[in-house]
């Protein structure tokens, strides 16, 4: 029995290569998914090539579909060079555009090193390499566990790309840092934040403060929740006014308070109360822990007084 993939494969090849059929624009974007799941870069270019010559508006997802199908194939070289096509067609590939590289780069301990030589190689030929190019390379190192490697790769990162890294370069980063139990790395990665002048953003915080919570002295993780708070005030995060630790980040910050006595932590239960974070068993494994059973949760704000300590 004939697939779907097959049979368009077979009547792409017989009447639309040959120009015997002249196939619509949604014809040709049917075609290019087909291609992007059947890994078939042939038919995801031919298909493109067709959009293109009628100077049909591509989207990103066509883009996308093009890069999945030359990734399916193991073509690493070319599904890097897409990335930057994506850019010079006036859109931005992000982390989303490169889930199909990362998912292929992560199945192998020698693919990121591969991939790190082909963008270098690809820069030496006068290639554009956008960020999110090395942005993947690096993420898939930390995911197999070769986190020093990323931080080689983030230092030579200038060499590779010229604009340089971003914040989801940091935050991509400062998440291995979080798994290693690594501040001192986390605390040059805020340094060079600051020096190139990258603003960080919700999950930035959020990641410094799981970093902070790997030290006996964790004070430092309450200076990054102040200044999380007083920067994100009017922001929107989650669907709610004001940046906030995500609720696995809060559990672990109250966890580290009740071990430790503080009376801070009834501060932050009171907090995922207000923001609906879900916390009940932690407060009765709080209140079994710590033996206080009638603290009234609702306390004073915090002093502004350490705002700006961690400074940016």
């Known amino acids: 029995m004939c697939t779907q993939y097959q049979g368009t494969s077979y009547i792409w090849k017989l009447r639309v290569v040959p120009n015997y059929l002249n196939p619509s624009d949604g014809?040709?974007?049917?075609?290019?998914?087909?291609?992007?799941?059947?890994?078939?870069?042939?038919?995801?270019?031919?298909?493109?090539?067709?959009?293109?010559?009628?100077?049909?508006?591509?989207s990103p997802y066509h883009y996308e579909a093009l890069l999945g199908a030359y990734i399916g194939s193991e073509d690493l070289n070319t599904a890097l060079r897409i990335l930057g096509v994506i850019q010079k067609a006036g859109f931005e590939?992000?982390?989303?555009?490169?889930?199909p590289i990362f998912?292929?780069?992560?199945?192998?301990?020698?693919?990121?090193?591969?991939?790190?030589?082909l963008l270098k190689s690809q820069s030496k030929e006068g290639h554009i390499i956008h960020i999110a190019a090395v942005n993947v390379v690096i993420e898939a190192c930390i995911r197999l566990g070769f986190?020093?490697?990323?931080?080689?790769?983030?230092?030579?990162?200038?060499?590779?790309?010229?604009?340089?890294?971003?914040i989801d370069t940091f935050n991509i980063i400062l998440q291995?840092?979080?798994?290693?139990?690594?501040k001192t790395t986390a605390m040059f990665l805020a340094s060079e934040m600051i020096a190139l002048g990258i603003k960080p953003d919700f999950l930035t915080y959020d990641r410094l403060i799981m970093v902070c919570l790997q030290e006996d002295d964790y004070e430092d993780a309450f200076r990054y929740l102040e200044e999380m708070i007083a920067v994100g005030m009017d922001k929107i995060e989650n669907g709610q006014k004001g940046w906030y630790m995500r609720k696995g980040t809060a559990v672990s910050l109250v966890e580290k308070c009740v071990k430790n006595?503080?009376?801070?932590?009834?501060?932050?239960?009171?907090?995922?109360?207000?923001?609906?974070?879900?916390?009940?068993?932690?407060?009765?494994w709080a209140t079994q822990l710590w033996g206080i059973k009638n603290l009234n949760p609702e306390v004073s704000p915090q002093?502004?007084?350490?705002l700006g300590q961690v400074a940016w």
């Open 27 to 58: 014809i040709c974007t049917n075609a290019l998914n087909v291609a992007a799941r059947n890994a078939d870069p042939a038919l995801a270019t031919s298909a493109i090539r067709i959009l293109s010559s009628r100077r049909t508006a591509l």
């Open 93 to 99: 590939p992000d982390s989303g555009t490169t889930r």
């Open 103 to 117: 998912t292929y780069l992560s199945s192998s301990e020698t693919l990121p090193s591969k991939a790190w030589k």
């Open 147 to 166: 986190f020093e490697r990323a931080v080689e790769m983030y230092k030579e990162l200038h060499t590779v790309c010229e604009t340089g890294p971003n």
């Open 176 to 182: 291995g840092a979080e798994r290693m139990g690594t």
């Open 261 to 284: 006595h503080d009376k801070r932590a009834w501060e932050i239960l009171a907090e995922m109360d207000k923001r609906r974070l879900p916390n009940r068993m932690l407060k009765q």
């Open 303 to 306: 002093s502004s007084d350490k």
